[in-house]
């Protein structure tokens, strides 16, 4: 019987650290259009980008999950107690939802809104058609979501790093590019 490995695979590895930084990237847009003026080619120009970078991390999540589902996951070592591991399959889900909701939810936005939804030259399908009762709807939703990943996100960090510094097991190594 084989041995499981001691960390995820190099596929997991660069798609988890790259998700990070089109997450990042796509905050980033979003908070900086504030500082624009209406209008501006340089607000529309983020918010385009918010929205490419965001079907992008849709894109992306399921080869994501294919990955996780077809590869074993390395074992913390130490075991953590059946709490933490409940714990953390619970943010895992959390951040699966948050990655295929948050894109799922501005598609439909932008499409209630009467917007097409532009990635890298194409524009997606409507999904569904122009309701501005919707679009409301659905930007609070959004709204909600975001300001939950900025926790979703910080707590899943912060986790890693108690492992790492305080619990001192091999929670964050089994993920950290480089070599095992």
């Not at 074993?72 to 075991?79: D, S, V």
């Not at 932008?110 to 679009?135: I, W, Y």
Request: net charge positive; with cysteine; proline share 7%.
């Amino acid at each position: 019987m084989p041995t499981a490995p001691s960390r995820y695979s190099s596929l997991n590895i660069a798609l988890h650290w790259l998700m990070l930084l089109l997450i990042a990237a796509v905050y980033a847009c979003i908070e900086l259009k504030g500082n624009f003026v209406r209008g501006s080619e340089i607000r529309e120009g983020l918010k385009h980008w918010h929205f490419m970078l965001g079907m992008a991390l849709f894109a992306l999540v399921w080869l994501r999950l294919l990955g996780r589902l077809l590869s074993k996951t390395p074992a913390i070592l130490p075991k953590p107690p059946a709490w933490q591991t409940g714990l953390s399959h619970l943010m895992h889900l959390a951040l699966y939802v948050l990655m295929i909701g948050m894109p799922l939810v501005g598609w439909l936005l932008l499409n209630a809104e009467g917007k097409p939804v532009p990635f890298f030259g194409l524009e997606l399908p409507m999904l569904v058609a122009k309701n501005p009762a919707l679009a409301e709807n659905l930007e609070e939703l959004h709204e909600f979501g975001g300001q939950a990943g900025y926790w979703l996100i910080g707590l899943h960090a912060v986790a890693g790093l108690l492992h790492h510094y305080l619990i001192r097991d091999n929670t964050l190594t089994r993920i950290l590019p480089g070599r095992a």
